[in-house]
């Protein structure tokens, strides 16, 4: 009876954290939504992701793009995620590639770190991509390219937009550069 109540706590306890977690990300920035392995493939080969380069996740989720932009591309990867269980999932799926680090920071913070990126890989609300539009173009070095699936910004042109399916529905990517 004793095991019971320990898994039943154990569990109350997960739900809470995972509740918690969905309603703070959706109340204050953007609610986490999966995207297809095969629409981020074809978002990074749009940014022609080299071997090398550094690519900069802002709002990474669990961590998928981070993933395939290392094992995939040979990419060194840095991600951003507010949100704690998407935060700590892809800590923990990321774990055993040293070329992928995760932080916990709210993407308004970033201005700084975004300097270093080569690709920006968004995945972001039209409402959070016109919040932060001026950072990111302001902060970025010449040369780097921004691609975002399925949302765009509202003051920049996209130079290349190709069509993809992200969990079975016809999207776009949005391909920017500095």
């Known amino acids: 009876m004793i095991y019971f109540e320990i898994f039943f706590l154990l569990f109350l306890l997960g739900f809470i954290f995972w509740v918690s977690s969905h309603l703070f990300s959706t109340i204050f920035h953007v609610p986490y939504v999966n995207s297809s392995d095969q629409a981020i493939r074809d978002a990074l080969e749009l940014a022609e992701l080299q071997k090398g380069q550094i690519l900069i996740d802002l709002g990474c989720g669990r961590g998928d793009a981070l993933i395939i932009a290392a094992r995939v591309f040979g990419a060194k990867v840095i991600g ?37 990126a ?5 995945y972001l609300l039209n409402s959070v991509l016109d919040k932060i539009e001026n950072q990111i173009f302001d902060n970025i070095k010449p040369g780097t390219k921004i691609v975002s699936l399925a949302f765009k910004f509202p003051n920049h042109k996209p130079i290349k937009t190709i069509s993809t399916k992200n969990l079975g529905q016809e999207t776009k990517i949005y391909l920017y550069q500095s």
């Open 80 to 116: 951003y995620e507010i949100s704690p269980l998407p935060y700590l999932l892809a800590k923990i799926k990321t774990t055993r590639y040293r070329r992928i680090r995760v932080y916990r920071r709210d993407i308004k913070k970033s201005r700084q770190d975004i300097k270093v």
């Open 118 to 122: 080569d690709v920006l890989y968004l």
